[in-house]
């Protein structure tokens, strides 16, 4: 089973840096893709950042020149900074990763989702 447990979210003021990590742990074969998806109330989780295994990365239009998304593939972890903090960047911000798992003799393709952490940018 694959675990991937948040840090880094938290209160911040407008303009504000915040740095999130999402550890991957248990037993898969291999990652692809990581990334990150945001989910304010009443409306639908969206993808912030994604970021292949090769290094490639792709950003929502509305955070593209703040965020940046990085990772570490040794670690297995995946980064989000995110720079000049807007109050509507306040959601729930939960890392997904895209795993290759061995299963009945067979790999597997599956999501994993950590529990989301609260980001809230306000004065």
């Known amino acids: 089973q694959v675990q991937l447990v948040e840090s880094g979210g938290g209160l911040v003021q407008p303009g504000g840096s915040l740095r999130l990590s999402c550890a991957a742990s248990?037993?898969?074969?291999?990652?692809?893709?990581m990334g990150w998806y945001h989910q304010a109330p009443g409306k639908q989780r969206e993808l912030v950042a994604v970021?292949?295994?090769?290094?490639?990365?792709n950003y929502a239009d509305s955070v593209k020149g703040r965020f940046t998304i990085s990772r570490d593939n040794a670690k297995n972890t995946v980064y989000l900074q995110m720079n000049d903090l807007k109050p509507e960047d306040t959601a729930v911000y939960y890392c997904n990763a895209e795993g290759s798992y061995y299963s009945g003799g067979a790999l597997h393709i599956s999501n994993s989702w950590g529990q989301g952490t609260q980001v809230t940018v306000s004065s």
């Open positions: 248990g037993r898969f074969f291999s990652i692809n893709a």
């Open positions: 970021m292949s295994s090769g290094g490639r990365a």
